[in-house]
């Protein structure tokens, strides 16, 4: 007689793996929900928040672009200069400096070594 | 087809002979993969609340520069900007960093006219203003935690004016289902935050909106037409303005770049759990070698053996990825992304007073998967390749 034990274990890596998809669809097909509360919260502040920092001890370009266009701390040339920030470090919603960075549009750039 | 499902199935009893290391082995997929997806979810999140914060926001932001950074520019702007054709309205506002309480805490100061809104609104418990003579401030969900204020709270001066300072009073507060940077912001009058900052006429920025279709050339009105001089200062001070496609365009646009380092350290982390697993799900098995060498010994075939393993596998990693998305989901949605919020989002705490914003979808989850299976794959397969390749007499000994 057969072992009912592998029927049982398929039967519960199939009940995850089924609870999983179908949690990822619901998802997928569900409206980012459009509350009036969010609404209105930007329309009384103008439009502020962008990224992963909820204050500006650190980086504010990491709370909102529009207050401080790149990160102070960005030590880029210099390789990996980047990870310096540490709110940038561990960022998980990377963007890039508002207008291109310092130097942007035109302003004197940072002098370069020939 | 019987053959194979026949085979399919000693790969299920496989995962039974050993369950400590089957154990190991989904435990350690869960652990790299759960906190992983978490990060994507959240990132998804704040970045469909950004997509609200540039939709509902203004057209244009206007700062000045001082120095080659972005700096406050006076308030006598308004009047100019206002005039250039296309322009509807033009709002200032201040925005800056403050410390309150004596463990001085972290919160952000935002001047604007309150008295343009209705006095309740969706997003605030409590109410915007009521002309009174004290300061009146709508705070945010983690600051009033962490200083154990409610409406109706006073404050002691906190701020030097040269004119005097006033008490203020907490009016309102924000609730835990407004976009996160409501956490630790202050918000007020326009005319109150001067005072706070003790800097009368000045803006951090000034919020235009524009007719349809007129966004460029105002950007181009203000940038070339529009004079500014500094108070006590007669230099013209040079203006940047953002617009709505500029913030737009910041927005990542792959999966790849949205979580930029991000990615990169759980490839670390990854990397690991790849030592960990090959060690946990074949390499240094002994009890392998002998169950393949009879299994040879009984007249296996080399690929039926490799088809075993591959899916035993396949369903280890099934079961590690399945079990970290139901967990990074129930993390995030029913614990309220205790912990692990705290990590991603700076300035959170540990258990975030705000609903913390996630979307999973399909995408990561399925690489998340693709890359267990990978490595759950390389342990299992190597090991049996290794000992089907011999005779059996060499495999059992």
Redesign the interface.
Known sequence: MR?T??TI??A??LT??A???V???I??RSE?P???????????????????????????C????????ACGLDLEPVPAG??FC???????????P??GG?GA?G??RHAHLP | MRTFLEIS?TG??A??LHPLRSLATIAALVVVLAPYLA??G??RG?????E???????DL?VTA?WL???GPLPVAAVEEIRKLEGVTDV?P?I???IVLGKNSQ???L?G?P?ER?PPA????EGR?YNGSRLNELVIGT?LARHLHLEVGSLLPPFYHNAKGERLSQVVGL??S?????????V?TSFATAAAIFDQEGLA??L?VSCRPGYQDAVRAAIVDTVSVRPPGGNDVLSL?V?TRD??KA???AGLL??????NL?FLLAFTLAILVILVTSGFGLSERRREIGILKATGWQTDEVLLRSLVESF?LS??G???A??LA?AWLKWLNGIWIGS??????DVSPSFRVPF????VP?LLGFVVSFVVVMSGTLYSSWRAATVSPREAMR
Do not use: M
Request: charged share 15%; net charge negative; hydrophobic share 50%.
């Open positions: 072992s034990a592998p274990l398929l519960a890596i995850v793996t609870t999983a998809a949690q990822l669809l998802e997928a980012y459009q509350e009036e509360s969010a609404v209105s919260f930007q329309r009384l502040v103008g439009g502020l928040g962008f990224g992963p920092a909820l204050d500006l001890s650190q980086c504010p990491t709370f909102d672009p529009r207050l401080e266009a980047g990870c540490p709110q940038h470090g561990t960022s998980i919603f990377y963007y890039p508002l207008h310092p549009h302003e004197a | 199935r299920l009893v995962i039974l990060g994507l959240l990132s704040i970045e469909q609340q950004a609200d914060s540039i939709r509902f926001g203004a932001y520069r080659g950074r972005d709002v506002r925005v800056g960093r972290e919160a952000i935002v604007v309150v809104f609104l969706a997003c605030v915007l983690e924000f609730k289902d407004v976009p996160i940077w409501q956490a630790n912001l918000v951090t920025d919020l940047r953002t500029d913030l910041l927005l990542p770049h949205r979580e930029g380092i991000f350290h369903l099934l079961a990825a399945s079990l998305i139901v989901f990590i991603f989002l700076a300035g959170a979307r999973l979808t399909p989850a």
